[in-house]
């Protein structure tokens, strides 16, 4: 079976650093994606690790370390805008380019 | 202009009717996907499409079937709809770097 569990729910403030942890156990794993879903909107891309490491892009980064099933994104200087649901997606194969979706992180940034 | 778009983005309609969803894309990928959205249940694969020939079911293919027009053109129909099937729909495109780009998603209501 496939597994992918984030939190549901998180809460920060505006200009701190919130971090979303995700942990995985699948049948197959090519790799990670991370999307932003703002609410009633499609979800749009954010990240995708292949290797173990941090990868930093502007204000996001994310993390992955494949023999810990483990990944974070991590959201600097928060803002308001950045009040969305956080989707971790563990790609599982080259040859079906199938997603396997976690359930989603809400994240409410306050002022 | 939006790359994938569908129709209808709102739609109601009663117990035992016949609907069909429309997603088309002017990425020129030759990946396509359908996934339903429930609160707490994330994105859900239902069928995905390499090219015209090739269809595959998702892990929540019951109670609905697809057909592919065109390398552009991918309908999801639910042939006797059910209020269980009320969910927010996405369909989704992917070429060779793997990402997956959604469009704006269809708001599905059975009563």
Not at chain 2, 12 to 41: A, F, N, V
């Amino acid at each position: 079976g496939q597994n992918i569990d984030q939190p549901t729910e998180m809460t920060a403030t505006e200009g701190a650093i919130v971090q979303i942890n995700c942990t995985y156990q699948t049948s197959g794993f090519n790799g990670l994606f991370w999307y932003q879903q703002h609410a009633g909107e499609a979800p749009t891309f954010l990240s995708y690790n292949v290797l173990d490491g941090l990868e930093e892009k502007g204000r996001f980064s994310s993390f992955l370390s494949r023999s810990k099933g483990y990944s974070y994104l991590l959201l600097k200087e928060l803002q308001m805008k950045d009040s969305a649901s956080y989707l971790c997606a563990v790609f599982l194969s080259y040859n079906t380019d199938k997603l396997i979706f976690g359930t989603g992180t809400r994240l409410q940034v306050f002022p | 202009d939006a790359d994938v778009t569908q129709t209808p983005r709102n739609r109601i309609t009663k117990t035992g009717k016949r609907i069909m969803l429309e997603c088309s894309q002017t990425k020129g990928h030759d990946r396509m996907y359908w996934y339903r959205q429930d609160p707490g249940l994330g994105l859900r694969l239902i069928y995905y499409s390499f090219d015209v020939k090739d269809i595959n079911k998702g892990e929540i293919s019951d109670g609905y079937s697809v057909s592919r027009q065109a390398q552009a053109k991918f309908s999801l129909s639910l042939e006797s709809a059910i209020p269980n099937q009320t969910a927010l729909y996405f369909c989704a495109t992917s070429g060779t770097d793997y990402e997956q780009y959604f469009g704006p998603g269809t708001r599905l209501t059975v009563t």
